[in-house]
């Protein structure tokens, strides 16, 4: 799906403050049967623009205070491809980033404690294929937002 139509971009747009709205709410949003706005959302979907559906759930109420940035430097020669696998496996990695720059990757930690960062940062510089690290522990976070929509939706 190369273009998006005005009633495309109000879906989206719908979409992203909630992925759970029904068919029917956002038909009666944008003027359209449940079944025209279904359609639509499912071309949507098989064109890749929607990805999927997901709970943001917010992380200090499931006990991981602490985040952190940790930029990560492949040891020369590392088949980077069984890196990012590895890399991948650890559950304390919420996102990670192939970069241009002095480091390689960014990835976006989240733990429970400090000593939890400590253990994980240990376990990370013993991994296969790791030159060195260097992390930055966030101390307060302004904003996370929704990806923002390259078109202003209509109201």
Do not use: W
Not at 62 to 83: E, H, K, N, W, Y
Request: hydrophobic share 45%; charged share 25%.
């Amino acid at each position: 799906m190369e273009r998006f139509d005005a009633i495309d971009r109000r879906i989206l747009a719908i979409l992203r403050e909630n992925g759970r709205a029904s068919h029917a709410h956002v038909a009666k949003r944008v003027g359209l049967s449940a079944p025209a706005v279904g359609e639509r959302i499912r071309k949507l979907e098989q064109a890749g623009v929607v990805l999927g559906y997901r709970a943001v759930l917010a992380p200090e109420a499931l006990g991981l205070r602490i985040c952190a940035f940790v930029a990560l430097a492949p040891r020369p020669g590392t088949v980077v491809s069984d890196l990012v696998e590895r890399l991948l496996a650890l559950p304390e990695i919420e996102e990670l980033h192939s970069v241009a720059g002095t480091y390689s990757y960014f990835a976006k930690v989240r733990v429970a404690s400090p000593e939890d960062l400590d253990e994980f940062l240990d376990r990370l510089m013993m991994m296969e294929g790791v030159e060195r690290t260097e992390t930055t522990m966030v101390l307060r976070t302004s904003a996370e937002r929704a990806l923002p929509l390259p078109f202003a939706a209509e109201p």
